[in-house]
């Protein structure tokens, strides 16, 4: 009787214990990845993006995170996300997502009595949480295609590419694309299928420069996955924190599918093909200046022309082009000569005037 006392007493404290944090597991998009269209990069619609309450819907390289929302004060706590459901067939984010975690078990007290909670998680021993938010793990949308190999040779006029896809997930993947040049194949990939793509694009070799562009691959599945729901298997619980005192969960979810990931369609956009030496273009401030000093050139070269026309119409006299130093040089002596005549004649006269 003693032995049943003490058992319920301690499953009372067990479980007052685990009223101590009251908070609510949250899920945010940290970052996007870059949509520009460029050759190594990804490309998607940034209309379907989507960020509402614990379910996200986001293109692969997306960064995820996972945190608690709650008030707390400096406490250091023990931390274990679950991100799959109790029956990972019945939903696994670690399938879309960057990282390998074990399939685990852990016990909490749940209404007066020991409850458990399985599936994949993951744990950390340590953390600090202040009052609010709080990010315990990020992690990055993985993409569903696998490049095994990009390679290609330029020989007589045609380049050879070899490309080498596969799909790394356990979903079927319909109607992918593939597209570059004026090759084009469209086909379904089975879960884990390998292909191979080999084709040859000609060029005009007597340009110095061939811009062939890239690749693109485009994967228009669309694929939502949930870690929790109330009415499936296991409980709707996603992270619990831990310390000296006891375990705590979270206040779960009413929701029939909670802690969703959605990866939507994205193009995957192959390095660029390029055959010959690009042109070596000018800097844009180069340009600039060099346009400058031409201006400056052209009004120097009309401005000597203007005056030179100028002069010629006011003396009444032909002077070939030359340049405005040259000119004004030819005026100057022309001007002494005239005033050294007129100073010649009066000397005569005055001369003249006085044998008289």
Known sequence: ?????????????????????TYSSYMDIQSLPENNGLPNSISYNQEEVEDVGNMLKVPPLSEVIFGVDGEFNNDNVGFKIFLSK???????????????LPYDEFPF??????????GRSYVQEETILQSGKNPLLTVTVSERLEVLEYS??????????????????DMLLNNV?????????????????????????????SLEYVDLAFPKVKDPNIKQICAAGAYTTGNPHNIFLFNQYGVYHDIGT??????CITQLGYTLNLGQIEVGEKPIEEPEEEKQVEEEKEKEEEVKDVGGDV???????????????????????YIILGIFL????????????ENTNSDA
């Open 1 to 21: 009787m003693f032995s049943i006392l003490l058992s319920l007493f301690l499953l009372l404290i067990s479980s007052t214990l685990t009223q101590a944090f």
């Open 86 to 100: 109790d029956n990972i067939y019945q939903g696994d984010l670690t399938k879309i997502l960057n990282i390998e």
């Open 109 to 118: 007290v749940k209404d007066f009595s020991t409850a458990w909670r399985y």
């Open 152 to 169: 290609f040779d330029i020989s007589n006029g045609v380049v050879n590419v070899k490309t080498v896809l596969k799909n790394g997930t």
């Open 177 to 205: 694309e593939y597209v570059h040049d004026e090759f084009s194949l469209t086909k379904n990939y089975q879960p884990g299928e390998e292909y191979i793509y080999e084709y040859a694009i000609p060029y005009d070799e």
């Open 254 to 259: 009413q929701e029939y599918e909670d802690f």
């Open 307 to 329: 005056k030179e026309k100028e002069i010629q119409e006011v003396l009444g006299i032909d002077i070939l082009p030359k340049t405005y130093r040259q000119t004004y040089g």
């Open 338 to 349: 005239v005033a050294l005549g007129i100073l010649c004649y009066y000397l005569t006269n």
